[in-house]
């Protein structure tokens, strides 16, 4: 994972947390929460990752599987946290809802982008 790969799906992970937040768990994160969130359930499930796909390289559809059920865990306690941090109240199902959100959104929207800045500034 490169740092700029690192940077847009830390970037995108707190604009999700930022609108759905409210939405999916009627927490208003603050900024400030909403990146480190994003900071922290970012590199944590990617060094956790890093160590499990060295542990099991010869599955590597298991390490992927685990590695995802992993940052998923990981994330939905942290937000968990972070809503709490904040006097709110996080239920155990609208976190791990966001944290869903979040891995997608890391799939679909945050590769998307980084292929596309990587063809601009390739030429």
Same mark, same amino acid.
């Given at each position: 994972?490169s740092?700029?790969?690192?940077?847009?799906?830390?970037?995108?992970?707190?604009?999700?947390?930022?609108?759905?937040?409210?939405?999916v768990?009627?927490?208003?994160?603050?900024?400030?929460?909403?990146?480190?969130?994003?900071?922290?359930?970012?590199?944590?499930?990617?060094?956790?990752?890093?160590?499990?796909?060295?542990?099991?390289?010869?599955?590597?559809?298991?390490?992927?599987?685990?590695?995802?059920?992993i940052?998923?865990?990981?994330?939905?306690?942290?937000?968990?946290?972070?809503?709490? /941090?904040?006097?709110? /109240?996080?239920?155990?199902?609208?976190?791990?809802?966001?944290?869903l959100?979040?891995?997608?959104?890391?799939?679909?929207?945050a590769?998307?982008?980084?292929?596309?800045?990587?063809?601009? /500034?390739?030429?």
């Amino acid at each position: 994972m490169s740092l700029l790969t690192l940077a847009v799906a830390i970037t995108v992970g707190m604009v999700i947390l930022l609108l759905f937040g409210r939405w999916v768990g009627h927490v208003r994160f603050s900024l400030s929460n909403a990146f480190w969130c994003s900071l922290i359930g970012h590199v944590v499930p990617a060094v956790l990752g890093l160590i499990l796909g060295y542990f099991l390289h010869d599955y590597l559809l298991a390490a992927l599987i685990i590695g995802i059920a992993i940052a998923w865990l990981f994330q939905t306690v942290l937000f968990q946290i972070a809503a709490r /941090t904040q006097n709110d /109240t996080l239920v155990g199902w609208q976190s791990g809802i966001l944290a869903l959100l979040v891995i997608i959104a890391d799939f679909l929207v945050a590769s998307p982008i980084v292929e596309l800045v990587q063809r601009a /500034t390739s030429k």
